[in-house]
């Protein structure tokens, strides 16, 4: 991830990046939710903004099941990155809200692998992983996430404009195509 | 070194057309009438660097060219050279009027620099050819191009030749059409050229001009010898700076028409304050303009040019070892030893605003530029921020910085939204560039902006989004300050989910895609507006 944001590699940033990588342990407190639904179920559950969006028309066509998935990292890493940024120590903030992207990132892709797996143990295959925002398919969307996770996650909240907060949340969908098909 | 070492000077000197009753067309062609114009003219503005009042069609027209002359404009090139020669300078009329001025200004300024303008052999063989042929014949033709060039190359030695021996003491080069040859091809057929030139001439400093973004060649420019490169306006100096060597001046860069020819006062002032309090940390730096300035522009500008330029010079020269450290640990990130920095300045009584600019400022400015020319990374420049702020944390109790900031500026992540990194990034760096910013967090409606504009008055209003639900509130903001009959405000708007086209469709002035960017775009629609200068 460091290569990637392109961090200068000398002996002072890197000192800088061990301390943040340390406290971002301390700070992340990982929460998931998982539920697998019918396809038709999916659509209701979701009306109108799934059956309104092509692009999960596109990317469901063929499926019979979809996986709903929520993954937060909690309040704290965001609270302080912010901090930071107040303190006007800004690297540290920005490495610590980047970190925070990548690992929730990791972590979905962690379920996603794992659905992904086993789906293929049962000789079934996968769409890819799609999100409330990507194309058409509406951010409105995650006030149904929310309503389905909230109890499973405490403290998850959601803006009026239908934001999930923390802000390190993601929410996904991951279509299962039943073999024969 | 030291000879040019923090001089002032405009290019060229065609205001001095205004100092006589005669028109353009009469001072070309009578040594008199043109001494006693630069005569009047040096004794009112104090340039360190003399020119004669030359024109870049004189060397093709010796050869052949035809030019037209009038009153009022400079003279152009109207019929390309059928017959070609090889001109003897002191058998061409106005070569000839030319060396008996720099005679009589060698006596009337002994002490001065007093500059051969000499114009390059591409430029003269694109006057004499055509600019659009001799392009052309870059791939056309390149052996009846080069075989062209000998001769532009000949006369022009020769010229700058008679105009050493008539008084001139430093070599001046104008290649403007070089500009325009492919940077692969420059070499070939512009920079050999003033290679051999500017080696003819080693005993005396040489400066090389080329209008334009000079980016691409600037290793070639150097690599001609040249003692001395003088940038085009357009160019930012502190993008260039580390490509030039320390024993090869930097000259420029006022724009000359904006600022010289048409600016306020308070604008000359400010800009050039700004270009010195950047560059005179370079011991390599020599003020100037940007290219000629016109024959039109007001004398009064040019000399209020030279006595800024000057005043800012001498008020930063003494403490320029400090700055330096400061701009340097900036730069590197190292926010300790920034801090100690301005401590030692502050002691050694370095007035805070100064340590601001030319020391903290000029760092991230720097920063910034590399950025865009993608020689450094976000990372990178966050770091620069973090040892600004150690070192303006020491500055904090010696100044009274409200007084002092510039434009006010309001952002916030519109409702719906509440994202705000990115928003938090453009903050910060509007606040090292000495803007006064008021942050409205996220989520928020036009309601809250509006009386922020109230309370506030700022010349900008930012507005981040992150999605595209929330982006539609940003057309919303917009509109409802118009309903209102707020027009004197500019909004710029930036985020995820906002691009060029987004921006344009919105009615914003302004877009940048990231924080570093946006810096520059602001600063760039508070000078376009005047509002924040």
């Given at each position: 991830m460091l290569k990637y944001l392109r961090v200068p590699q000398d002996d002072q940033t890197m000192e800088i990046i061990s301390s943040v990588l340390e406290e971002t342990v301390g700070l992340i407190d990982i929460k998931k939710w998982s539920k697998c639904v019918l396809v038709d179920d999916f659509y209701e559950l979701f009306h109108p903004y799934a059956r309104s969006s092509k692009s999960i028309s596109k990317l469901l066509g063929r499926a019979e099941h979809v996986y709903l998935i929520v993954v937060t990292l909690g309040e704290d890493l965001g609270n302080r990155a912010k901090e930071y940024f107040g303190k006007k120590e800004v690297f540290k903030g920005y490495i610590l809200d980047r970190l925070g992207s990548f690992l929730v990132e990791e972590e979905v892709k962690k379920i996603d692998l794992e659905i992904t797996r086993q789906c293929k143990e049962d000789g079934h295959a996968t769409t890819h992983r799609y999100s409330p925002?990507?194309?058409?398919?509406?951010?409105?969307?995650q006030r149904t996430f929310f309503d389905l996770a909230k109890d499973t996650i405490p403290g998850l909240t959601i803006s009026h404009g239908c934001l999930l907060s923390s802000e390190k949340t993601v929410s996904a969908i991951k279509g299962v195509i039943k073999s024969g098909y | 070194m030291e000879i040019m070492h923090h001089l002032v000077f405009p290019i060229n000197?065609?205001?001095?057309?205004?100092?006589?009753?005669?028109?353009i067309d009469e001072i070309l062609w009578k040594a008199d009438v043109k001494f006693e114009a630069l005569r009047r003219y040096y004794e009112q503005i104090e340039a360190d660097v003399l020119f004669y009042?030359?024109?870049?069609?004189i060397q093709a027209e010796a050869m052949g060219a035809k030019a037209k002359y009038s009153r009022k404009m400079m003279p152009a090139v109207e019929a390309t050279a059928r017959v070609m020669s090889l001109p003897d300078p002191a058998q061409v009329p106005r070569m000839a009027v030319n060396a008996n001025v720099l005679r009589r200004m060698a006596g009337e300024f002994p002490y001065k620099l007093r500059a051969a303008l000499v114009y390059g052999p591409f430029t003269v063989a694109g006057l004499l050819a055509g600019e659009e042929a001799i392009l052309r014949k870059l791939i056309d033709d390149p052996k009846e191009v080069l075989s062209l060039l000998e001769k532009t190359f000949e006369c022009a030695r020769r010229y700058a030749l008679y105009l050493v021996e008539s008084g001139a003491n430093l070599l001046w080069i104008s290649d403007?059409?070089?500009?325009?040859?492919p940077p692969d091809q420059f070499w070939d057929f512009a920079g050999n050229f003033l290679r051999r030139i500017f080696e003819l001439f080693a005993s005396i400093p040489t400066i090389l001009h080329i209008c334009g973004d000079t980016y691409q060649i600037i290793q070639a420019m150097v690599g001609t010898g040249v003692r001395g490169i003088s940038f085009d306006n357009c160019m930012d100096l502190l993008a260039v700076e580390d490509e030039i060597?320390?024993?090869v001046y930097i000259i420029g860069n006022i724009d000359?028409?904006?600022?010289?020819?048409?600016?306020s006062p308070e604008e000359i002032i400010s800009r050039t304050t700004d270009l010195v309090s950047m560059m005179?940390?370079?011991?390599?730096f020599v003020l100037s303009t940007g290219c000629a300035v016109p024959p039109s522009a007001p004398i009064e500008n040019v000399r209020l040019f030279l006595e800024t330029g000057r005043k800012s010079f001498a008020d930063l020269r003494p403490h320029i070892p400090l700055l330096s450290e400061i701009s340097r640990n900036v730069y590197t990130g190292n926010g300790e030893e920034t801090k100690q920095g301005v401590a030692a300045a502050l002691e050694d009584g370095v007035e805070p605003l100064t340590i601001i600019s030319s020391g903290l400022t000029r760092a991230i400015r720097k920063g910034s530029t590399m950025y865009e020319a993608k020689s450094c990374f976000l990372p990178a420049i966050l770091l620069m921020v973090d040892a600004f702020y150690k070192g303006f944390q020491a500055l904090?109790?010696?100044?009274?910085l409200g007084g002092s900031k510039k434009s006010s500026i309001v952002l916030g992540t519109v409702k719906g939204d509440i994202h705000e990194i990115g928003k938090n990034l453009v903050k910060i760096f509007l606040e090292t560039y000495g803007h006064r910013v008021v942050d409205l967090g996220v989520d928020v409606d036009e309601d809250a902006f509006i009386r922020a504009y109230q309370k506030y008055h700022p010349t900008i209003i930012g507005l981040s989004a992150f999605t595209t639900e929330s982006r539609k509130e940003m057309g919303k903001i917009i509109s409802a300050f118009h309903r209102e009959g707020i027009r004197e405000v500019l909004f710029v708007v930036g985020g995820a989910a906002v691009n060029h086209e987004v921006s344009r469709s919105l009615g914003a002035d302004g877009y940048a895609r990231d924080a570093v960017r946006a810096v520059g775009m602001i600063e760039k629609l508070l000078q376009q507006s005047e509002v924040g200068v």
């Open positions: 925002g990507y194309g058409d398919f509406s951010i409105k969307a | 000197a065609l205001p001095s057309s205004q100092m006589v009753e005669e028109g009042f030359s024109d870049v069609v403007p059409l070089a500009g325009l040859i060597p320390k024993d000359p028409v904006e600022v010289i020819e048409l600016g005179a940390l370079k011991n390599n904090e109790n010696t100044l009274e």
